[in-house]
Each structure stands twice: as C-alpha cells, then as structure tokens.
C-alpha cells in the first residue's frame, strides 16, 4: 500500500496563525457524534438523566479526556511536558489513551454523583458512545504518519513505507532541526502537493538551529516517488515497510470492539445487563486488542528498541494490564453494590 501524503493540517486560516487539523477535527467529531449517542441512549432510559442533561456528560468528558491525556502523556511518555508551559500547548499533540481513560473515569463520576445515579451506568454510557472517538482519532494518527508500526516484509498485507520513518526523512533531506509544521510542509513538497517556493517561502532561510536550509539541494532531494524506490546493494528497500498499526488499532479498539459493544446492548434491550458490565467488557476488549497490537506497534524511541518497560512489557502493555485490573475491580465492586442493594 501507498502511504496517501495526505496534509495533517486540513485548511489555514488566511492572514491568521490559525490551522484546522485533521488530529483536532477527529477529536471534535468523536465528541459531536458520543453527544448524540448519549442522548440517544438518555431518551431510551439507559442513562437515567434527562436527554437535556446528556450533553453536560460531553461537556465533563472534554475536559478529562484533554487533561488525563495530557497528563497520562507527560508522565508516561514525555517528562518534558511537564513544564507547565509546554504542558499547556496541546496543539503540538501529545494525549496518551490511557490518560484520557483515567479522566474521563472521573469525568463520569462527578457527572454520576450529580445526578445521582451509578458510576457503572455512566461508565456503560461512556464506552458506548467514546469507541467512534477512538477511530477517528486513530485515523488522524495515520495521517499524520505518526505511531506507526514495526518493520516489516514488503510481502506483508497492507504494509507500507512512511515518509516521517527517520530513515526516509534523511534520505530527503529533511533538516532535523525543523519544526513540526515546517516538516509536514516539506513532505508536501515531496508528494508534489505544494511547490518548492511556496514551502520555501513559508519555512524560510535557516532551521530552527540557524543554520542555513540548502534549497538547491532539496530541489533533487526532496521527491518521494524517488526515495521510496531506492534500494541497497541487496535489493531491499532503503525506507523500511512497516505495518499501518494506526489502522489497526482503529479497526480494532473503535470499529470492532464499539460493534460488539452496540450489538450487547441491543440484544438485551429487554433484559438489560448488570450496571457496569459493558464498561467491564471495554476495559478488557481495549486491554486485549492493544495488548496483542502493540507487538506489532514500533516501540516510542525513548524506550529503546524493544519498548520494553516492565517485566517484558512495553508502555502500552503495561497500561493495558492496569485496564484489566481496573475491570476486576468494577467487577468486585458491582457484586459488593448489589449484596448492599445499591444497585
């Protein structure tokens, strides 16, 4: 497959400092589209709260999802972030899932005590109407060319060769000391989507280190149909193929596991399920499906080239593994809520 070169920036706002990212506007259609499933499920009774109120959950969610990703990702990932001013600059990206896990849990539970309903309800709620967030925002991630996979044969099903791999940033020249926006905009100019001048003109002379941009140089360098090809004295490609894990976790931690979560639901419509049961059956879904993905996920380099950060495990397998615990203890405390007749 063909890495598309789509631009990570949709449209800029003419004469502002202002861009519309695909990564933001994935985040804004999975709340825009768990605000109507909330609402829908309010006005079928499974979250018991006015259907007016159910927007207010949204409202509870943006602000753990943004806060508990952020920090969840400072803390996991990038220490960095915890400077509060680069803390505060969430455009540049940087909000782990696990994170953003752990503050929507609050969300919900300040929204549950408000309204005076269980935590488990609310948290059924929730991952019914989050998993099209996870696969929309997992599609930013691929378009963005970050978060992708482990090497891989070019014989594999669906690999592919992206232009942000290291390897194939060098072989077009790229200067390191870019930033991020001036980075994409040269890939742009690699897949022959905007001209040389014009990505000159936006990026300038020098690199962020002040040392002078060779623009003659790039004119040659800076083409991918002319670095995806080439190869070494064996053979093989020089940009390594890689699996799409992106797609994958897409697929899997939002389609797949939010079809299985939907079809529970309906089929017992009538009968309805223990509080908390589908917040359970997420829990160790995303847990398993993240588990098994992340073999094929390529490690974050500030781990090494294994990934591995505890007993064998890599972050996101040890994050994972914090999940299942989370769902045993949903479980005991159901059990204990209904011997207490709380519900």
Not at 75 to 85: A, G, I, K, T
Not at 114 to 119: D, P, S, Y
Not at 234 to 257: A, C, D, K, N, T
Request: aromatic fraction near 10%; glycine fraction near 12%.
């Amino acid at each position: 497959m063909d890495f598309p070169g789509w631009d990570p920036v949709l449209f800029e706002i003419p004469g502002l400092p202002i861009a519309i990212r695909w990564y933001g506007l994935m985040y804004i259609v999975g709340f825009v589209v768990g605000q109507h499933l909330l609402v829908r499920l309010a006005r079928a009774g499974t979250l018991r709260v006015p259907p007016a109120a159910a927007p207010d959950l949204v409202f509870y969610c943006i602000f753990g999802v943004m806060l508990g990703g952020r920090t969840g990702y400072a803390l996991f990932y990038d220490h960095s972030l915890l400077h509060p001013l680069e803390f505060l600059q969430v455009w540049r990206g940087g909000l782990a899932f696990h994170g953003g896990l752990a503050g929507v849990a609050v969300a919900a539970w300040l929204f549950a005590k408000k309204h005076r309903i269980t935590w488990r309800e609310v948290g059924d709620a929730c991952v019914l109407a989050g998993t099209p967030g996870v696969l929309a925002v997992r599609c930013a991630n691929f378009i963005n060319g970050e978060l992708y996979g482990r090497i891989t044969a070019a014989s594999t099903p669906f690999a592919m060769q992206f232009p942000t791999d290291p390897v194939a940033l060098r072989l077009l020249g790229v200067p390191g000391a870019l930033g991020m926006r001036e980075r994409e905009l040269m890939l742009q100019a690699a897949f022959g989507k905007r001209s040389l001048a014009e990505v000159q003109a936006q990026v300038g002379p020098v690199d962020a280190d002040g040392r002078a941009i060779d623009w003659a140089g790039l004119k040659e360098q800076l083409d991918w149909n002319r670095v995806k090809g080439l190869v070494d004295a064996s053979g093989h490609e020089l940009v390594p193929f890689r699996h799409p894990s992106q797609i994958y976790e897409g697929l899997g931690e939002g389609l797949v596991l939010g079809c299985l979560l939907w079809v529970l639901h309906r089929l017992r419509r009538n009968r309805p399920l223990p509080k908390g049961t589908l917040l359970v059956v997420f829990l160790l879904g995303y847990a398993g499906i993240r588990w098994s993905l992340e073999r094929v996920r390529q490690p974050d380099a500030q781990f090494g080239p294994t990934g591995e950060v505890f007993l064998g495990m890599t972050m996101g397998q040890t994050l994972s593994s914090a999940m299942v615990v989370g769902a045993l203890a949903v479980v005991v405390w159901s059990k204990v809520a209904g011997k207490a007749g709380r519900g």
